[in-house]
């Protein structure tokens, strides 16, 4: 079982990790399309504790590489910028008409492009091994909690589709701005 901890293995603890939170990230875009909201939910937010457990073995047996930040930004990009974004325009937006639906998905597009391009914008920047004190703009994971609040806020305050849509445009100006986060 060596294997697992050796940082040049492709299947390491860390990555094996990883691969979870892909794999729930794809259940909870298939449950989803079920129009099964809270399991779509439930299962984003397990992808979201891998997310959290991949980065600490990761750092604790010194398994980070080229390839773990690579696959980390997957993950990342599919359970914390495509589900939610699919979730919000399945659950919020499928029943509008037609401009609102126009207008739901180009801010739709627009959040997803601005979170692929922060996540591309932080692996450029990454040195492996290390973690900054501070992510400069919103992080994708963040991101994905904000939206999930917009999701809730709608569902059970009847916050209207279009502040939906202004609240998700806001959030994806966020993942690329200047602003400093704390680094738990």
Not at 13 to 20: F, K, P, Q, R, V
Not at 113 to 126: D, H
Not at 131 to 151: H, Q, S
């Amino acid at each position: 079982m060596n294997f697992l901890y050796k940082a040049e293995n492709h299947f390491n603890i860390a990555n094996l990790i990883t691969m979870a939170n892909i794999s729930f990230g794809m259940m909870a875009i298939y449950f989803t399309t079920q129009h099964n909201f809270v399991l779509a939910v439930i299962l984003a937010w397990l992808g979201g504790a891998c997310d959290i457990f991949d980065g600490k073995m990761a750092r604790k047996h010194n398994l980070s590489n080229e390839f773990g930040i690579q696959l980390d930004s997957f993950a990342d990009f599919l359970s914390f910028v495509l589900m939610p974004t699919f979730l919000i325009f399945e659950a919020v937006f499928s029943d509008a008409g037609v401009f609102m639906m126009i207008l739901a998905g180009a801010g739709s597009i627009y959040y997803v492009i601005s979170g692929l391009r922060r996540l591309i914008q932080f692996n450029i920047e990454a040195d492996v091994g290390e973690a900054e004190k501070y992510f400069t703009g919103v992080p994708t994971p963040l991101g994905a909690i904000l939206l999930w609040l917009v999701f809730l806020s709608n569902v059970y305050l009847g916050v209207p589709s279009l502040a939906v849509l202004i609240l998700m445009l806001t959030i994806g100006f966020l993942l690329n701005s200047t602003l400093k986060v704390p680094h738990p």
